[in-house]
Each structure stands twice: as C-alpha cells, then as structure tokens.
C-alpha cells in the first residue's frame, strides 16, 4: 500500500487507489457487512462500502482532518461526510464560511463544490463503533501523507477534527515535510493553534459528531469562529 500511495501522480489517481485500499481485515469486514445488511432508513439504496477518498481542490489552502467515515454516511454515499448528521453540520458552516457552495452534503451527486479546502480522514474506512486503531490509523497513514504531498505547494492551515486526527497529524511532519515533531506534542483542544516553520498551521476542533453537536459541546458558533480563524491563517478572502 505504501508504494501504491507513493505512485498517485494527483489527487484523481490516489482517490482511485484509496477505493480499492483492503489492507485492513477487520475495517473491511465492517463496512462490507454495513453496506450488505444496511439500515433500514437506506434499505432501497446500494451503498458504497469501500474506503472513502478525499473531497476538494488540488490547490486547496485549508485541510480539514477528520476520524474516519461513518457507516451509514460517507460508506454509504462514498463521499466523506456525505449524508450523516455530521455532515450536515459541517458543511452548514463551510457554507457559512463561503467554502462550500451550498450547505448541505446529501450525495455524491448532489453538486456540492468547495474552494480553497480539502477534506480528507486519517482512517478512510468506517470502523465499528466509529474506533479505529492505532494500528489501523497507522497503516492508512501513507494515503494521508501522499495527500498532503499532493496539496502541499498551497495547503497552509490544516483544521483537526477530535483528539485522533491531531494525533494523526504529527507524523506528517516528518513523512511529508522533513521535519520532527514537537516534543512534547501540543495538546489537543477547541480552538489549540501549533505553528512550525515552513510547515502548515494546525488548528483543534471538536468533531463535528452527535454527541458533540447534540449536547452543545460544539455550536455552531463555535465552528464559525475555528473557520474564519482558518481562513485569515490561509489568507483566503
């Protein structure tokens, strides 16, 4: 896998490469059961059961890192964040933000575009109970570092959803841009900002999941703020 990573010469290439990603057992088992028995709410629908690519442009200056994709959303739909809660809340505020041209993900046919972001999970297949592994999290790991390779000329501000991916982020550092990671790590947290030399911002957030949104842990004015915060640290108008 890590040489199938390396040899993606743009972003098409790798998310070709990403769908047909089997290295892991146990994440194959689970969204391939997922997209056989369903849930009853998307019984009628054949689901994409696969690993699930990254979304946005080749010259984007904003990353947003996220966990994996969910069951019954991005390995439903086989776009990340695309038809869950999540998603809606999510692309509710790249709407709000103006970096997405409409504010709802439903399909990946729905005609949703984004400008000057990319988004992408540091696990790209749905894990039960929405837990990957360490280990399943570091195998995926040379499809986010060739991603990063991919958008690195114009990618300044990466945005952290959760615990996981600010711990995912790290070794991109030394895989992708030469340089050791902090020691000790920056501590993850809403709105925690780490800066290095010649080497993108990295911005905490909340993820976007239920039990975040549903219990106001995270509000959508909480997201609004992480976005415009990201958007001066990139120098998108």
């Not at 988004?119 to 060739?146: M, S, Y």
């Not at 902090?182 to 999941?209: I, N």
Request: hydrophobic residues 45%; aromatic residues 8%; positive net charge.
């Amino acid at each position: 896998m890590v040489a199938r990573a390396a040899r993606a010469a743009d972003l098409a290439d790798l998310d070709g490469a990403v769908s047909d990603c089997f290295a892991c057992p146990r994440l194959v088992a689970w969204r391939e059961e997922v997209a056989r028995v369903k849930r009853a709410a998307f019984r009628d629908q054949d689901y994409w059961g696969r690993p699930v690519p990254g979304l946005g442009p080749q010259d984007a200056r904003i990353a947003i890192l996220g966990l994996a994709p969910a069951a019954h959303g991005g390995n439903r739909t086989g776009r990340i964040f695309t038809g869950d809660r999540s998603g809606d809340v999510l692309f509710a505020a790249l709407h709000r933000a103006g970096l997405a041209n409409q504010p709802t993900s439903v399909a990946a046919d729905d005609g949703l575009t984004l400008r000057d972001t990319r988004i992408f999970a540091a696990v790209r297949c749905a894990p039960p109970d929405n837990k990957p592994t360490p280990a399943e999290r570091d195998t995926c790991a040379p499809w986010l570092h060739r991603e990063v390779e991919l958008i690195r000329p114009t990618l300044r501000v990466v945005v952290a959803l959760g615990a996981f991916a600010w711990a995912a982020w790290w070794p991109v550092l030394r895989q992708v841009y030469g340089q050791r990671p902090p020691t000790p790590r920056p501590v993850f947290g809403h709105g925690a900002h780490w800066s290095g030399e010649s080497v993108p911002a990295l911005l905490g957030c909340y993820h976007v999941s239920q039990q975040n949104t549903f219990t106001g842990r995270l509000t959508p004015a909480m997201l609004d703020d992480v976005f415009t915060r990201a958007k001066d640290l990139a120098g998108v108008g």
